[in-house]
């Protein structure tokens, strides 16, 4: 507690400290929410101007950049079926639905404060149990367990955003096939490149995501539009009443301790943590069937998870030095920059340092509901212009989001392909959430399953023989029994 | 009525199995070139594509193998999104179309001459598309977006976008000399 005073004294009693705290966080909500132009861009934008800052000012500036840039990309996602970047694409699935539905802002209402409670939670978590939490998920998670977490969230996937079982299963086929296409994990080999450089990398994630949502919605809408059909959202400023927050309480346990665990683990973060808390969220619900239509669990879930994925991500880089993605990995490099070295012995050289970061990050979860809260009483007010306008200025977002990331041209025609083809999957019923995180979880799982293959010595024994992994293929064979059991329930057959 | 939305539904679903196994056997014949056993991996390359061949190909049969099963769906009136999905493009026109081409072309002419020089008259085109007809409205909104874009994207953050090709890169550079 001590300590935790200390960091906030020396975070709040100068002007610059405030200045950049203020900065970092409005910062890091307008990258957060332009698709593209993500959190990682501003952070790589001010990495050499932190060599002019204070060592303590330079790490709180990309804590707060990171709380608050998971945040960020909720809006548009809500708003407009743009995820601000790739942990707030299952946001989109229900949140954008509950736009449609007249319910945008409390949507943003779930969001933000559900986003500050995940935030919130995991500084919390992170400041009490750093290193002895970051050993145990370190040593018991290998990449057996990754793959078995990765199989059971997969198991889910198929009933999100489809009414038939078949096509979602196809829809996640589909994405699984889309995360194979560039080198595998293993050898390095090309896969369906057809021997051009572009594929070699595989195809990026905010293209196919800015394609499949909202360059496909862009035509849909157009579609009804010229056909007379179209119904423009209506406007409500009402932010959700505490007995709708207290009824969500089990979603946002379970997502925070979800999002708190892919934190921790390196190179997994807020990405799998959203995905694997909205699969849960869908698992665990009485009426899974509703998910994708605009449910407020489909926005409480990944919020939840993605900002609890933040605190806990600082845990396996502080105490032992990996980084969980990309941003984690550029608080690396502004260690360096001040000539510090992350691992476990940084909790004794840099003790205050350290607390700040902890209280930054603390501090910048609350602020987010703060913000938040005037932010959804204002920013729906946007859904007022008509999306005849709205639509040229969705498709240029999504552009310029599509470009400026790797700076190439191929990855606005992948988003061009991947909207029309979004478009005519789901006129024919196919589930974009399906195709998406089939995409995100099959890349990670395909890495994890070849590793794990390699230490199992190419047996699938072991997967059940593993006790944390056994546990998690049993329960993901029975969620596809009960998911079949389920759905033969709902149909009615005629002899 | 029912019984015949039921088999034009079992009709296209027919057509969607074969474009599936059609998919899903030249992604087959394509992994054939990567279908090698790896140093430290003897299941190859192709292994975990061949998966989830696999498990498409059981989806896409038994995808099949439903049609031919009459089925009565239980009313599922939650699943608003997926009932207000226009099912056909029939009397629509030449202007969906247009909807659909334009990004398109806009993106490939903004390869060649540039994203300073193609999007006010993608602006002006798709929102003219989209049905605002008033002229007056159609100029105001695309000086105003263009310069909200041009403001933010060139001159507070300076974000790389295209700048086309020969002359074109020349008379975009000097734009944006003078923009920033």
């Known amino acids: 507690m001590e300590d935790f005073l200390i960091g906030t004294t020396l975070l709040f009693t100068s002007p610059a400290g405030v200045g950049i705290f203020i900065g970092g966080l409005i910062g890091g909500l307008v990258f957060g929410a332009i698709p593209g132009l993500s959190t990682l861009t501003l952070a790589a934008v001010l990495l050499p101007f932190t060599a002019w800052m204070s060592a303590e000012y330079a790490i709180m500036l990309y804590g707060v950049i990171y709380v608050s840039g998971v945040y960020g990309g909720a809006i548009t996602a809500i708003l407009f079926n743009i995820p601000g970047s790739v942990e707030n694409a299952p946001t989109a699935f229900d949140g954008y639905a509950m736009t449609r539905k007249g319910e945008a802002s409390k949507a943003i209402g779930y969001a933000v404060t559900c986003s500050a409670i995940g935030g919130t939670l995991s500084a919390i978590l992170m400041m009490i149990a750093t290193e002895p939490l970051a050993d145990f998920a370190i040593s018991t998670f290998g990449p057996v367990e990754i793959t078995a977490l990765i199989f059971f969230g997969l198991t889910v996937v198929a009933g999100v955003g489809s009414r038939s079982l078949c096509k979602g299963w196809l829809s996640l086929g589909l994405g699984l096939m889309i995360g194979t296409i560039g080198s595998d994990p293993v050898g390095g080999i090309p896969r369906y490149t057809f021997g051009t450089l572009y594929l070699a990398g595989g195809i990026g994630f905010i293209p196919l995501i800015l394609g499949l949502f909202a360059v496909s919605e862009v035509l849909l809408q157009a579609q009804k539009i010229l056909k007379g059909t179209y119904k423009a959202p209506s406007i409500s400023v009402k932010f959700p009443a505490a007995a709708e927050f207290w009824a969500m309480r089990w979603v946002v346990v379970r997502s925070t301790i979800i999002g708190w665990f892919s934190g921790i683990l390196p190179g997994v973060g807020a990405t799998l943590a959203a995905f694997l808390s909205y699969n849960e969220a869908v698992r665990w619900s009485k009426t899974p069937e509703k998910f994708g239509t605009g449910i407020p669990e489909g926005v409480v879930a990944p919020e939840t998870a993605n900002n609890a994925a933040t605190g806990a991500a600082m845990i396996p880089l502080l105490a032992l030095g990996l980084p969980g993605g990309a941003l984690t990995a550029m608080m690396i490099g502004v260690f360096n920059v001040h000539d510090m070295e992350i691992g476990p012995l940084i909790m004794i050289e840099a003790h205050d340092l350290v607390w700040i970061l902890f209280a930054s990050m603390f501090w910048a979860s609350l602020a987010i509901l703060l913000l938040g809260v005037i932010e959804s009483k204002g920013i729906v007010h946007l859904l007022r212009i008509p999306f005849t306008l709205l639509a040229p200025a969705i498709l240029i977002f999504s552009t310029i989001g599509a470009y400026a990331l790797r700076d190439n041209i191929f990855d606005v025609y992948s988003m061009l392909i991947a909207g029309v083809a979004g478009y005519f999957l789901r006129r024919s019923d196919y589930s974009v959430p399906a195709i998406v995180m089939g995409v995100i979880l099959g890349q990670i799982g395909e890495n994890s399953l070849a590793q794990a293959l390699t230490m199992l010595d190419d047996s699938f024994i072991g997967f059940f023989t593993e006790p944390i992994s056994g546990v998690l293929c049993t329960a993901a064979l029975l969620t596809i029994l009960v998911g079949i059991i389920r759905r033969y329930r709902q149909f009615s057959l005629v002899k | ?180």
Do not use: C
């Open chain 2, 1 to 180: 009525m029912l019984a015949e939305s039921s088999t034009d539904h079992n009709k296209n679903t027919r057509w969607e199995s074969i474009f599936w196994i059609v998919f899903l056997l030249i992604l087959l014949w394509l992994s054939n070139d990567f279908d090698k056993p790896l140093r430290y991996f003897p299941l190859g390359a192709a292994f975990w594509p061949k998966v989830v061949i696999s498990f498409m190909a059981i989806a896409t049969a038994i995808l099949f193998a439903s049609t031919f099963i009459t089925r009565i769906e239980v009313e599922n009136t939650q699943n608003s999104h997926l009932e207000e999905t226009p099912k056909d493009l029939a009397g629509v026109g030449w202007r969906t179309f247009a909807i659909f081409i334009t990004p398109l072309i806009w993106a490939l002419i903004m390869h060649k001459v540039g994203f300073l020089l193609t999007t006010p008259f993608f602006i002006i085109f798709f929102t003219r598309f989209m049905g605002v007809t008033n002229w007056r409205v159609l100029l105001s909104y695309t000086v105003l977006f263009y310069s909200t874009i041009v403001f933010v994207f060139y001159k507070l953050i300076f974000t790389p976008l295209p700048m086309g090709a020969g002359d074109f890169h020349t008379v975009t550079g000097e734009l944006m000399a003078l923009i920033q």
